[in-house]
């Protein structure tokens, strides 16, 4: 009979570790703007309010954590790929600042070969807006407005590709969107003129 509680558990963590968690609606993006406001690893101040006009992907990741390298090598080649599409991309480190410094993170990013911002978060603030626990990696999407587009998504997926293959999906349904209103746009242009 206590077997089965025993299983029970098992499974859960199972299936937790097998699929990638989908985030809580833990901000209420009606309710109050996200703030975003965070120092680059090269020297910058980078405001995510500033990025508006354009779809911002934010990850939220640390280098002791492995499935945030997995995820990293993703992105970058997704960056790569959308590079003429207006989307920024930024990767934000929770490390701790004593243990990891920015000469670090740099090497870091240069190891995993990507080539987007590398901003800090080492006390969480703009991490906290999203989770009240620490779970990662954490990929969030701003719309061109700078509204949470959901879902966000904790944990990678167990199979290397999945989450690049997944995420690109994703991407360009946000840009087929954007081009279908643009052609409803010049359509009623076109009528009126």
């Not at 975003?36 to 934010?58: E, F, H, P, Q, T």
Request: proline share 5%.
């Amino acid at each position: 009979m206590k077997k089965f509680p025993l299983l029970f558990l098992l499974f859960c963590f199972l299936s937790a570790a097998q699929f990638p968690l989908r985030a809580e609606k833990f901000v209420d993006e009606d309710d109050r703007e996200i703030n975003i406001k965070l120092k680059g690893v090269d020297g910058n101040k980078y405001d995510l309010s500033k990025m508006r006009g354009n779809y911002v992907l934010v990850a939220f990741g640390a280098t002791w954590c492995g499935p945030c390298h997995e995820e990293l090598r993703d992105l970058e080649i997704l960056h790569r790929e959308f590079k003429d599409r207006p989307i920024k991309f930024v990767w934000v480190s929770v490390d701790d600042k004593e243990q990891m410094s920015d000469g670090d993170l740099r090497r870091f990013a240069q190891t995993l070969d990507f080539t987007f911002p590398v901003l800090r978060d080492p006390d969480k603030r703009a991490y906290k807006q999203f989770s009240e626990r620490t779970r990662l990696p954490l990929l969030v999407i701003f719309d061109k407005e700078g509204r949470v587009l959901s879902p966000n998504q904790f944990g990678a997926a167990s199979q290397p590709g999945v989450f690049r293959i997944n995420l690109r999906k994703r991407l360009q349904k946000l840009f087929l969107k954007d081009r279908e209103a643009l052609e409803a746009v010049r359509a009623t242009d076109a009528l009126e003129n």
